[in-house]
C-alpha cells in the first residue's frame, strides 16, 4: 500500500485465530494538530483509535463503533468513533495534561486515566444498539480492551497497541495489533501463543523500524501459518457539516435558539471531534425559529 496508514485482517491457525494489525502514524498526528493534544493525550488517543478500527473493520455498511472512557483521572476520559470504511474521528475531554514518565519509562496513560469505565457502542442499525463496558484495568488501553473482549466478548485477545510521540509533539508512531482465539482454538494454539508473546518486540519497536503491518503479524504468529485476507486504507475522517450543525440547533428547542438568537450576533459551533469551526448568523437562527 502507498499510503502510510493502513490496517490488515488476517487468520492464522487454519481459521482458530483472528488477527488485526494497524500502522496509523499520519492519523494520529492529525488528531494531535487538530486538538492540540499534550502527548499522554495523544498516546491514549491514538492508542484507542487503533482497536477502534481494528473493530470497525468487522462492521458493515453504516455501522458504526464507539468507544467511551468515562475516566476520574486527568485526562477525564475520551471518545472515539469509527465506521466501517476505515475511518475514525476522536477526542480527549482534558487533552492538556503533563505528567512524569512513568516506572517504565513510558508515558504515563494508566496514571492519567485511572480509575475509569471502558465503553463499547456498537451500532448495528437496531434499533437497541449493543453495549458493553468494563472497569479500567491498568488504563493503558490494551490491557484494558483484553479485558473488555475477554470479558464481555468471551474471545481471548492479546492487544498491543502504543504510541511513540516525538519531542514536539508530533506522532513518530502509532499502531498496534489484536489476537483474538476463536471457538476453534485449542489449548495449543492458546498455550504456544503465550510462549511466543515474551520474545515480541514492542509493536512501536516494530513498526518504527519499518516494519508494515503485515511484518508485525508474521513476526508475532510465526509459525501459525498466518493468512492475509484484507488491506485497507485507514484515515481520521469526521462527517459533521454546517447542516449537521443546523439540524443540532433545532433540537434545542424554540426558547433556547430564540435567547441565542438575541444573546449573540453570530453563533461560533465547534465540532468535538475535530475542532471544525461553523458559524451561523443570527438571520439564519431566526430563519430556523420561522420554520420549527
Ligand atoms: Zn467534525
Not at 450543525?245 to 449573540?264: N, P, V, Y
Amino acid at each position: 500500500m502507498s499510503k502510510q496508514d493502513y490496517l490488515v485482517r488476517a487468520t492464522a491457525a487454519e481459521g482458530a485465530v483472528r488477527a488485526f494489525a494497524v500502522r496509523s502514524a499520519e492519523l494520529t498526528d492529525e488528531a494531535q494538530r487538530r486538538h492540540q493534544l499534550y502527548p499522554i493525550a495523544s498516546a491514549a488517543l491514538g492508542r484507542t483509535m487503533v482497536v477502534a478500527l481494528c473493530m470497525g473493520s468487522m462492521l458493515k455498511g453504516k455501522e458504526h463503533i464507539t468507544i467511551q472512557i468515562h475516566s476520574e483521572g486527568l485526562l477525564r476520559g475520551l471518545v472515539v468513533s469509527a465506521d466501517s470504511a476505515g475511518n475514525v474521528r476522536g477526542y480527549v475531554r482534558n487533552p492538556k495534561v503533563h505528567l512524569p514518565l512513568n516506572s517504565k519509562g513510558k508515558l504515563a496513560v494508566g496514571e492519567a486515566l485511572r480509575p475509569g469505565t471502558l465503553h463499547v457502542i456498537r451500532d448495528m442499525g437496531l434499533r437497541e444498539p449493543y453495549q458493553g463496558s468494563v472497569e479500567l484495568q491498568t488504563g493503558e488501553i490494551g490491557d484494558d480492551f483484553a479485558y473488555y473482549f475477554s470479558l464481555s466478548e468471551q474471545t481471548p485477545s492479546v492487544v498491543s497497541v502504543g504510541a511513540l510521540i516525538n519531542p514536539n509533539g508530533s506522532v513518530r508512531t502509532c499502531g498496534g495489533y489484536i489476537i483474538q482465539l476463536l471457538p476453534t482454538a485449542d489449548n495449543g494454539v492458546a498455550d504456544r501463543l503465550e510462549e511466543r508473546l515474551p520474545h515480541i518486540p514492542a509493536v512501536t519497536t516494530m513498526l518504527d523500524s519499518g516494519k508494515t503491518p503485515e511484518t508485525v503479524l508474521h513476526q508475532v504468529l510465526g509459525d501459525f501459518n498466518v493468512e492475509i485476507w484484507e488491506q485497507r486504507e485507514v484515515q481520521y475522517f469526521c462527517p459533521c457539516s454546517l447542516d449537521r450543525f443546523r439540524q443540532g440547533l433545532i433540537t434545542l428547542g424554540r426558547d433556547e435558539l430564540k435567547s441565542l438568537a438575541e444573546e449573540q450576533e453570530t453563533l461560533e459551533l465547534v465540532c468535538h471531534f475535530c475542532q471544525e469551526k461553523y458559524y451561523v448568523s443570527r438571520d439564519e437562527v431566526l430563519r430556523l425559529l420561522d420554520d420549527m
